[in-house]
């Protein structure tokens, strides 16, 4: 049974009907430990407040969501999205955030070529990496499910992360997402392959029927993924940070009244995870 003081609330799974403040509060009001806010929000009250507001209330910001985006169609969009990094950086310093997230990025528009946009990547984390470092801010590669390959994430596995990892060095670690990653037979071996360097470990649950590869997760419990399996080959790579919840749901969750949705997150995540 997992202990909800390692319970972090991504602010997507409830935040389409609250603003940062307000998702604060309600974390607050429910004795969740931390919160992984998107940057939209930050920047919806900017990012002075946002650290005041997180600060007073006590909660540890366990990542903030996201940068990455580094493939681009030709080198001034790259550019773009390298000064976007950096002020990501700059805003999860400001936070005091665990980590940075990186959703890498997909096919350059017009392209097919693969290896290219892994090149890009590649390239990408590896100029961001100086920067990063020096706020003292760990980046954390999110393997996306391979669905998301053409325009979220071309880095869909983690094995292809612990490569990256081992390749550009320091600073450098993965976040753990059972939705994007359940499926893969070489799973276990790469988590174990990632101890020392899980910087976030993310929950939810596979739908079946799944009716939209974005929009319709499932809270733990209601679908097919064993949670509690995946969590046990985390903890034994070491991870003993926050386990963050991150529901994506037009149809359900994000219908419902926030309070009512942390209330089963609570219990779902103690039964679960």
Known sequence: MADIARLSINSATIDRRLSLER??????????????PWRHKIHDIGVKQAARV????GLEVSGVCRGGMFTGPDKAARARSLDDNRRAVDEAAALGAHCLVLVVGGLPEGSRDLAGAHDQVRDGIAALLEHARAANVPLAIEPLHPMYAAERACINTLRHANDLCEEL???LGVAIDVYHLWWDDTLRNEIARAAGRILGYHVCDWLVPTTDLLLDRGMMGDGIIDIRQISGWVAAAGYEGYVEVEIFSAKNWWLRDPEEVLDITCRRFQKHV
Request: with cysteine.
């Open 54 to 57: 997180i600060r007073d209330s």
């Open 23 to 36: 998702c604060v509060d309600a974390c607050v009001r429910h004795a969740i430990p931390a919160i992984a």
């Open 169 to 171: 060095g320091a600073g």
